[in-house]
């Protein structure tokens, strides 16, 4: 079983920054690929960046690409998301996933394990 906990959302500006983080336990997280979703009001969840067991591969939704940036740190049991230029459309809530497999998918099925989610609100 694996637990994931994120942290890190808030209130910003349109085109300030934020970190976001989620911590990892109950399972060898080297062997997970991770991945962030978020969902807005009244829209489905949706992708937002996915990266494999070694952060060899990356994986960036368009909407994000150039602004986002997903990375991890296997020492330290963690997934982070540096979010850069946020925008009034990032608002959403931020889910960490993560799956048994060791590759980056972009697929929301292919997760087992989801976290509680993160609050980001970027006000215009």
């Known amino acids: 079983q694996v637990q994931l906990v994120e942290s890190g959302g808030g209130l910003v500006q349109a085109g300030g920054s934020l970190r976001l983080s989620c911590a990892a336990s109950?399972?060898?997280?080297?062997?997970?690929?991770m991945g962030w979703f978020r969902q807005a009001p009244g829209k489905e969840r949706e992708f937002v960046a996915a990266?494999?067991?070694?952060?060899?591969?990356?994986s960036h939704t368009d909407s994000v690409k150039g602004r986002f940036t997903i990375s991890r740190d296997n020492g330290k049991n963690s997934l982070y998301l540096q979010m850069n230029s946020l925008k009034p459309e990032d608002t959403a809530v931020y889910y960490c996933?993560?799956?048994?497999?060791?590759?980056?998918?972009?697929?929301?099925?292919?997760?087992?394990?989801w976290g509680q989610g993160t609050q980001v609100s970027v006000s215009s």
């Open positions: 109950g399972h060898t997280f080297s062997a997970l690929g």
């Open positions: 990266i494999s067991w070694n952060g060899g591969t990356k």
């Open positions: 996933a993560a799956r048994t497999l060791s590759g980056a998918s972009p697929f929301a099925y292919e997760y087992s394990y």
